[in-house]
């Protein structure tokens, strides 16, 4: 008997439908190699400004302390104050504590009011004086310093 012999020739691998897979390492066949990402594009070219500033601070001023707008013995200044300082010290006294913010009763009932007003007004108006002053002036001429305290609030439009 003769045996049959069978010979096989080889044959290509084969193929299978694109599945879109890449096979690492290895290119299809058909298709260009892969491409890298583009690299970063430069930016146009820009015009670069640049601002300086300089902040200048003012140094805070300190004002110097002013005189009184009239002296103590200024009744002639204001004749109509005076003349009420003279007659009815009390009634000046409650209305120039009006002026002031004060009220009427402030006169009534607290004693050294004259003083307390003295000191208020020349500290919020920056006139020149101490305690000192205000102390003696409010001792040795009170009427005086009643006028003198009505004329300022005048000379300020109060």
């Given at each position: 008997?003769?045996?049959?012999?069978?010979?096989?020739?080889?044959?290509?691998?084969?193929?299978?439908?694109?599945?879109?897979?890449?096979?690492?390492g290895?290119?299809?066949?058909?298709?260009?190699?892969?491409?890298?990402?583009?690299?970063?594009?430069?930016?146009?070219?820009?015009?670069?400004?640049?601002?300086?500033?300089?902040?200048?601070?003012?140094q805070?001023?300190?004002?110097?302390?002013?005189?009184?707008?009239?002296g103590?013995?200024?009744?002639?200044?204001?004749?109509?104050?005076c003349?009420?300082g003279?007659?009815?010290?009390?009634?000046l006294?409650?209305?120039?504590?009006?002026?002031?913010?004060?009220?009427?009763?402030?006169?009534?009932?607290?004693?050294?009011?004259l003083?307390?007003?003295?000191?208020k007004?020349?500290?919020?108006?920056?006139?020149?004086?101490?305690l000192?002053?205000?102390?003696?002036?409010?001792?040795?001429?009170?009427?005086?310093?009643?006028?003198?305290?009505?004329?300022?609030?005048?000379?300020?439009?109060?």
């Open positions: 008997m003769d045996n049959p012999t069978i010979t096989t020739e080889p044959t290509a691998p084969p193929t299978y439908p694109d599945q879109g897979y890449i096979q690492a290895y290119p299809q066949q058909g298709y260009p190699p892969p491409q890298g990402y583009p690299g970063p594009q430069p930016y146009p070219p820009s015009h670069q400004t640049t601002t300086n500033v300089t902040v200048i601070q003012q805070p001023t300190v004002k110097q302390p002013r005189k009184w707008s009239s103590m013995c200024g009744c002639f200044e204001d004749c109509g104050s003349f009420l003279m007659c009815c010290p009390s009634c006294l409650t209305e120039v504590s009006s002026r002031m913010g004060e009220g009427c009763c402030f006169t009534c009932c607290c004693p050294g009011s003083l307390g007003l003295r000191i007004l020349r500290v919020e108006n920056n006139i020149q004086g101490s000192m002053d205000d102390y003696c002036a409010v001792m040795c001429c009170p009427l005086c310093v009643l006028c003198q305290l009505s004329r300022e609030l005048k000379s300020l439009g109060r």
